[in-house]
């Protein structure tokens, strides 16, 4: 192979464990591996990103990767790091969250080109063959409930409880791998530290059934400076999907990474080389106020993720709220950026017949939205030259109508540099 993939992973701190001897098959021909997802959402999360950027190494080392969606294994539910029993989906909800999973798949990997071109597979397609006993004799009497108990994600359940259902949750992952190695020739799957348990189960299967040789490889599972969990915000975890996560929220989560956190993003999450993060930690180092390293993240992952256009109107709309930017800047936004960028922002409803006769700048600042507290605060307000309407500096006497409104919607109040309102039309 003309890459070496492990090599190329250990600088960028990706490597947690590695099983012996997949250093040396993955460097003496092209070699099948798997990541597997499973759909308990319509959307992946930053945090899925980990394991597809493990993929996209390996498909840009020459090797072939495979993408698993959990058909399967998602009625089933993974203890993993879970403290309590997972609620089971019901079908439907399970076949629109396996389309939008593998949609999403398709931005990352290369599914066209070459002989390692990437491939998508569903474990249902084979489990559903599979009656309970012929699983229990054929794949359950190969592994010891010893071997099974002794797993960390199933250690930390027995106390509190788990279920038989999600006990055998690594028979399945593990089949899984069988299957995989015996019809593809895959010989290696990739997943997150808690996935080293499940990941053996499958190369132990291999061993005794196929008397074959399979490889685990995990990576840490990231974890903010802080010690709060990676991916997740106030506002909740951070998703793909642009309309559970805006470009524009999506961005500002990479842009508000600490330097801590940052040093470590920049290698895991983007494809820049161990001699471009240097340059731009170099840079950042001498201006850490700039925050070019975390701009660096930001811009590559959210191109990767929801392409040029979006990263353009993430960054106009970040200029919106921490830069220089006029009425005009606001109007181009989109109703759900606008939103967005002014998410926790105090809003006030004014009805649209008053605006058509016209509002004047004082009443709306006080009486028509409570912004200010009184008539008289606005005028003071005012002829300190410190309120804006829709970023533009105004003073009294201006009457307020229709074409103030950005979007037809919306009005933006401002006092200063840091006191934000918006007034919504209806």
């Not at 470590?264 to 390293?293: D, G, S, W």
């Not at 989109?334 to 004047?360: H, Q, Y």
């Not at 606005?378 to 410190?386: T, V």
Request: charged letters at 25%.
């Amino acid at each position: 192979m003309k890459k070496n993939v492990i090599e190329e992973l250990r600088w960028r701190g990706m490597v947690q464990d590695i099983m012996p001897g997949l250093e040396e098959q993955l460097l003496k021909e092209m070699t099948s591996g798997y990541v597997g997802f499973d759909p308990t959402s319509d959307s992946l999360h930053v945090g899925n990103l980990l394991p597809i950027m493990l993929l996209k190494h390996f498909q840009l080392a020459g090797h072939k990767p495979y993408a698993l969606v959990g058909g399967a294994t998602g009625m089933v539910g993974d203890p993993s790091g879970k403290s309590a029993e997972r609620n089971l989906l019901d079908e439907k909800t399970l076949n629109h969250n396996i389309a939008a999973v593998q949609n999403q798949l398709r931005q990352f990997l290369d599914f066209e080109e070459g002989e390692n071109k990437a491939e998508l597979v569903n474990n249902f397609d084979w489990m559903r063959h599979f009656s309970f006993l012929e699983f229990i004799r054929d794949v359950g009497k190969h592994i010891t409930v010893n071997y099974m108990s002794a797993k960390d994600s199933v250690k930390k359940r027995v106390e509190t409880g788990i279920s038989f259902t999600e006990f055998s949750y690594q028979l399945i992952q593990g089949y899984d791998f069988l299957h995989l190695y015996k019809n593809n020739n895959v010989k290696v799957q990739f997943g997150g530290s808690d996935q080293w348990g499940n990941i053996t189960t499958g190369t132990e299967l291999v061993r005794k059934i196929a008397s074959g040789e399979a490889y685990a490889f995990t990576c840490p599972l990231l974890t903010k400076a802080d010690g709060g969990k990676f991916g997740k915000t106030e506002s909740g975890t951070v998703w793909l999907d642009p309309e559970k996560t805006s470009p524009y929220a999506f961005y500002q989560f990479w842009l508000n990474a600490s330097d801590a956190d940052a040093t470590k993003l920049i290698r895991f999450y983007t494809l820049k080389t161990k001699e471009e993060i240097e340059a731009i930690e170099k840079e950042h180092n001498e201006a850490p106020h700039l925050r070019i390293l975390q701009k660096a993240i930001a811009e590559e992952v959210t191109i990767r993720v929801h392409g040029k256009e979006a990263l353009d109107m993430a960054i106009a709309a970040s200029n919106i709220l921490f830069g220089k930017s006029t009425s005009e800047d606001l109007k181009k936004l989109s109703n759900d950026t606008f939103l967005s960028i002014f998410d926790g922002v105090p809003m006030a409803t004014v009805k649209r017949s008053e605006l058509i006769e016209g509002i004047s700048i004082v009443d709306l600042l006080a009486s028509k939205t409570g912004f200010l507290p009184s008539n008289g605060e606005a005028k003071r307000e005012l002829k300190a030259n410190a309120i804006s309407l829709n970023k533009d500096k105004v003073a009294d006497g201006l009457l307020v109508g229709p074409s103030d409104l950005i979007n037809d919607k919306f009005i933006l109040l401002g006092k200063g540099k840091k006191n934000n309102y918006i007034v919504i039309v209806e």
